[in-house]
C-alpha cells in the first residue's frame, strides 16, 4: 500500500509505502466516523446521528506522535433488516477487516445488544488484533456496565469518549504499541496529478474509480447516491502518479432532502479545491444537465481542468455522426469552454479511459506551466499590434505590462491605464491570445485587470 501525507502545496507531499493499518469497525451509530475525524484531527468523515451514514471504507494517513499509519473508517455492521446495500456494506467492512493490521471494534456504552453479541462474534476470528473500545463513556457514564464486555473473553477494555475526546490519549499509545512501523518507507513525491469524478448521481464515478485503481474501493450500485464520503484511491499509469477522488453525486439543492446529502454534496464540491483537473460525468444517455453547468462552473471558476467524459457511451448507437453531433450541442451549451475536452467513455467496458488520462497528463503540464514576464511581454506587444486597444475618448486605454501570478491555478494580471475602459471582448481577446500562444489550449485561464500609473 503506498499513501501520502499531504503538505499545503499537494503537488508534492511525504509518500509512505508499508504503512501499517488500523481499521475502525463497530455497528451503525456507536461513533466510527466521530473517532475517525478525533484521530485525524480535522473532520474527514461525515458525521450524522442517522445510523448507517458511512457506506464506502474511508482512509486517510494519520500521524500519532510522530508514527504514520492508514486509518480506515468503515461502514457499520448493520446485522438485521439488511437492503442490498446494507449487504455490500458489511461485505465491504469484512474484506477491509481482513487485509487490516489492526481493528478497534468500537462499542456503545449501556447495555450490550444481541447485535453487538453478534457482531463480537463475527470478529472472533481477528481476536489478536482486536482493540476493543467502548465509546460515550464521557463523566464516567455507563462505565460499571461496560466492564461487562469482559465476560466475552477480551483481556482489556478502553472506555473513551470520541466526541469529547476523553481518553483518546490512551487509546493512542495502544495503537502504536500493537503496530509494527519497521518497514514503512518514506520519500518526498512530486507531481501527483489528482483527479476529482463529479457529477450527478449514477453517473458511472464509482465505477470509473474502481476501474482505475483496480480495487473495488467504492460500492457501486445502480441506485443514486451510494457514494457519501469522498473515497480516495491512488493509481499509476504510464510511469504517472495519480490521486483519484471519488464524490457524491451533486443534485439540484431543490432535491437535496436529506442532511447527510447535503454534507455529501458540499464535500464533493469542496473537493474540487484539492484537485488539479475534474472528470465531469456526464450520462451520455441523458446528455448536459443545468447542474453539469454549475459544477463545470466552479471548477472553471477556480482554475481547475475540466474533462466532460461522456460516460455509458457504450449503450449509444454508434453511427458516424452521433458524437459530433453530441460534442456540438455540449458546445452549444457551455458557450465560452469550447476549450475543455470532451471524450466519449465507457467506465463499465474501459473504452476512452486511457485517452481521459492521457488528457489529464497534457492537460497537468499546462496548469504547471509558467511563462516568463519576459516572454508574456513580447507575445503583449504582438497582440497589442495586431488588436490595437479603442481609442475613443471613453474607451481609451493602454495595457502597459503583463505577469503571471501563477501556476495551477494559470493567473494572469494585466496592468492598464484605465481599468474600467477595458471591455469584456478584449479581455476574452487577450485571454484567448494566451491559450492560442502560449500554450494553454486545454485549460481554463484566470484573467485580472488592474490599474498602473507607471
Not at 3 to 23: C, F, G, I, M, Q
Not at 240 to 245: A, C, N, S, V, W
Request: charged share 25%; with cysteine.
Amino acid at each position: 500500500m503506498i499513501s501520502n501525507l499531504k503538505n499545503p502545496d499537494h503537488s508534492r507531499a511525504v509518500r509512505y509505502s508499508n504503512l501499517p493499518t488500523v481499521v475502525l469497525a463497530g455497528r451503525p451509530n456507536v461513533g466510527k466516523s466521530t473517532l475517525f475525524n478525533r484521530l485525524l484531527r480535522k473532520r474527514r468523515a461525515i458525521t450524522d446521528p442517522t445510523p448507517g451514514v458511512t457506506r464506502d471504507p474511508v482512509e486517510a494517513d494519520c500521524l500519532i506522535d510522530g508514527k504514520p499509519l492508514r486509518l480506515i473508517d468503515t461502514g457499520g455492521f448493520k446485522l438485521a433488516d439488511l437492503n442490498d446495500i446494507d449487504k455490500l456494506v458489511v461485505e465491504k467492512t469484512l474484506d477491509t477487516i481482513k487485509k487490516s493490521d489492526l481493528v478497534v471494534l468500537l462499542l456503545e456504552a449501556g447495555e450490550i445488544t444481541s447485535e453487538d453479541e453478534e457482531l463480537i462474534g463475527i470478529l472472533r476470528p481477528y481476536r489478536k488484533k482486536l482493540i476493543v473500545v467502548v465509546n460515550k463513556t464521557e463523566g464516567g457514564r455507563h462505565q460499571a456496565d461496560a466492564w461487562n464486555i469482559l465476560t466475552f473473553g477480551f483481556d482489556k477494555v478502553l472506555m473513551i469518549s470520541a466526541e469529547h475526546g476523553d481518553n483518546i490519549g490512551e487509546l493512542q499509545q495502544e495503537i502504536l504499541k500493537r503496530l509494527d512501523f519497521s518497514n514503512i518507507k518514506e520519500r518526498q513525491e512530486e507531481n501527483v496529478i489528482r483527479l476529482a469524478l463529479l457529477g450527478k448521481p449514477n453517473t458511472g464515478k464509482s465505477t470509473l474509480s474502481n476501474r482505475l485503481t483496480g480495487i473495488n474501493a467504492s460500492i457501486v450500485t445502480d441506485i443514486p447516491g451510494t457514494t457519501r464520503d469522498t473515497v480516495e484511491g491512488r493509481f499509476k499509469w504510464k510511469m504517472r502518479d495519480f490521486i483519484i477522488l471519488d464524490t457524491a453525486g451533486i443534485r439540484r439543492k431543490t432535491k437535496v432532502t436529506e442532511n447527510i446529502e447535503y454534507y455529501s454534496v458540499n464535500r464533493a464540491i469542496k473537493t474540487i479545491n484539492d484537485s488539479d483537473i475534474v472528470v465531469l460525468m456526464i450520462d451520455a444517455e441523458e446528455g448536459l444537465s443545468d447542474q453539469d453547468k454549475k459544477i463545470a462552473a466552479l471548477a472553471h471558476d477556480k482554475g481547475r481542468g475540466i474533462i466532460l467524459a461522456l460516460n455509458k457511451w457504450d449503450t449509444m448507437p454508434q453511427h458516424k455522426n452521433t458524437f459530433k453531433t453530441a460534442e456540438d450541442r455540449i458546445h452549444f451549451q457551455f458557450g465560452q469552454m469550447e476549450y475543455a475536452p470532451i471524450i466519449p467513455v465507457s467506465a463499465k467496458d474501459g473504452t476512452g479511459v486511457d485517452k481521459v488520462l492521457n488528457t489529464a497528463v497534457k492537460m497537468y503540464g499546462q496548469l504547471n506551466t509558467f511563462i516568463g514576464t519576459s516572454q508574456l511581454n513580447q507575445a503583449l506587444e504582438r497582440w497589442l499590434q495586431e488588436s490595437p486597444p479603442p481609442t475613443g475618448p471613453r474607451t481609451r486605454f493602454k495595457v502597459k505590462y503583463a505577469v503571471q501570478k501563477s501556476a495551477n491555478p494559470v493567473h494572469f494580471i494585466f496592468f492598464t491605464s484605465r481599468v474600467q475602459a477595458v471591455s469584456d471582448s478584449y479581455v476574452s481577446y487577450l485571454r484567448n491570445k494566451i491559450r492560442k500562444d502560449l500554450g494553454f489550449s486545454l485549460i481554463p485561464v484566470l484573467l485580472e485587470i488592474k490599474s498602473s500609473s507607471k
